[in-house]
T-cell receptor, first 113, second 111 residues
Framework: DVKVTQSSRYLVKRTGEKVFLECVQD?????MFWYRQDPGLGLRLIYF???????EKGDIPEGYSVSREKKERFSLILESASTNQTSMYLC????????????FGPGTRLTVT | GQSLEQPSEVTAVEGAIVQINCTYQ??????LSWYQQHDGGAPTFLSY????GLEETGRFSSFLSRSDSYGYLLLQELQMKDSASYFC????????????FGTGTRLLVSP
């Protein structure tokens, strides 16, 4: 079974803090994705990576950066957290040609106060 | 631009059949995926259509009409455990493959 794990299930941070969200997959997938999910807005793509050290902006990259130093690990970084970044963050992975079938982690609910 | 439209909520009773529609407007369309998400859970992949027609997987079927920019997910013999949110997602091929998700349809199945 494909397994995607995320470092925290719940996280509370203060405005201005630097926040790291970690994601690890164990299926040797080339593609990895970070989404945020907000009520009524569905899943919105923040960043994705198709290979180690490669990254592409998604639809809402502002305020975020990412890092992929190893194939199995994809990190999302909030350089200076703001209250409007309070959300559920979901990581996913897929094969290169299989982006239609993504495997999701359990999510991190981040609250910025 | 790009947009996907699906109903926000659908209700049905156990044993019934329900259809969740999805219309899309996007460039670089490659196919349509469907995901299920239970409250508090992660989205899980249900089906994918790249070609016109119906794909059947057990109680669930998915349909695509590329000419109409329209698809639907059909759930048969509804069970209480089918109560969840269902998302359609367009697979785009604009150099890099990615999914663009709709806002989701909440399905409530009652006894």
């Amino acid at each position: 079974d494909v397994k995607v794990t995320q470092s925290s299930r719940y996280l509370v941070k203060r405005t201005g803090e630097k926040v790291f969200l970690e994601c690890v997959q164990d299926m040797d997938h080339e593609n990895m994705f970070w989404y945020r999910q907000d009520p009524g807005l569905g899943l919105r793509l923040i960043y994705f990576s198709y290979d180690v050290k490669m990254k592409e902006k998604g639809d809402i990259p502002e305020g975020y950066s990412v890092s992929r130093e190893k194939k199995e690990r994809f990190s999302l970084i909030l350089e200076s957290a703001s209250t409007n970044q309070t959300s559920m963050y979901l990581c996913a992975s897929s094969y290169t040609q299989g982006a239609y079938e993504q495997y999701f982690g359990p999510g991190t609910r981040l609250t910025v106060t | 631009g790009q947009s996907l439209e699906q109903p926000s909520e659908v209700t049905a009773v156990e044993g019934a059949i329900v259809q969740i529609n999805c219309t899309y407007q996007t460039s670089g369309f490659y196919g349509l995926s469907w995901y299920q998400q239970h409250d508090g859970g992660a989205p899980t992949f249900l089906s994918y259509n790249a070609l016109d027609g119906l794909e059947e997987t057990g109680r669930f079927s998915s349909f695509l009409s590329r000419s109409d920019s329209y698809g639907y997910l059909l759930l048969q013999e509804l069970q209480m455990k089918d109560s969840a949110s269902y998302f359609c997602a367009v697979r785009k091929n604009t150099g890099f493959q990615k999914l663009v998700f709709g806002t989701g349809t909440r399905l409530l199945v009652s006894p």
